[in-house]
T-cell receptor, first 114, second 109 residues
Framework: EAGVTQSPTHLIKTRGQQATLRCSPI?????VYWYQQALGLGLQFLLW???????NRGNFPPRFSGRQFPNYSSELNVNALELEDSALYLC?????????????FGAGSRLTVL | QQPVQSPQAVILREGEDAVINCSSS?????VHWYRQKHGEAPVFLMI?????EQKGHEKISASFNEKKQQSSLYLTASQLSYSGTYFC??????????FGQGTTLQVKP
């Protein structure tokens, strides 16, 4: 069974540009979580989608946005890129059952902003 | 509110034991533990749903005190393969899962 897949693996952008990251969940999983992992800051919660709806978002500015498609895949968009957006962006999927939200993570997309 | 983990880093010799603590200021629905090895994605270890419940995974176990909003991860007779960064994740009643800053564990021969 395929795991969580993310693309691209690496992305280099310059300040002010936009970045789009993609995530395909495990088959049967309806929930997708996005986390930012910057050096030394652990896993910072970004967004949570379930059944096509945004369920919750973390303390990030509105230029971080996303969506979930009918096939449960998801996209994270970061507009007006800033240097501090450089990080590993991890996507995780789960069955979406509260209290049993065991996450399976993808390998991540490394975003570098120059 | 991000849960707080302690210690931030631990260095052990093979065979030694370690405890990693996780505390939250919010009421918790469940606590999750994940391990991330260098250059890899975090991997699920265990989930705890009720106060005082302990779960085990090989020689790794954990407890969850619902009243104190705390969880502890116990690693006994550590092996080299236990090296990595351990994250606790706390889930509230909305289903949102937030992780602590991580505890880096290094096991030396």
């Amino acid at each position: 069974e395929a795991g969580v897949t993310q693309s691209p693996t690496h992305l280099i952008k310059t300040r002010g540009q936009q970045a789009t990251l993609r995530c395909s969940p495990i088959s049967g999983h309806t929930s997708v979580y996005w986390y930012q992992q910057a050096l030394g800051l652990g896993l910072q919660f970004l967004l949570w989608y379930d059944e096509g709806e945004e369920r919750n978002r973390g303390n990030f500015p509105p230029r971080f946005s996303g969506r979930q498609f009918p096939n449960y895949s998801s996209e994270l968009n970061v507009n007006a890129l800033e240097l501090e957006d450089s990080a590993l962006y991890l996507c995780a999927s789960s069955l979406g059952q509260s209290g049993a939200n065991v996450l399976t993570f993808g390998a991540g997309s490394r975003l570098t902003v120059l | 509110q991000q849960p707080v983990q302690s210690p931030q880093a631990v260095i052990l010799r093979e065979g030694e034991d370690a405890v990693i603590n996780c505390s939250s200021s919010k009421a918790l629905y469940s606590v999750h533990w994940y391990r991330q090895k260098h250059g890899e994605a975090p991997v699920f270890l265990m989930i705890l749903l009720k106060g005082g419940e302990q779960k085990g995974h090989e020689k790794i176990s954990a407890s969850f005190n619902e009243k104190k909003q705390q969880s502890s991860l116990y690693l006994t007779a550590s092996q080299l393969s236990y090296s990595g960064t351990y994250f606790c994740g706390t889930e509230d009643n909305t289903g949102k899962l937030i992780f602590g800053q991580g505890t880096t564990l290094q096991v030396k021969p």
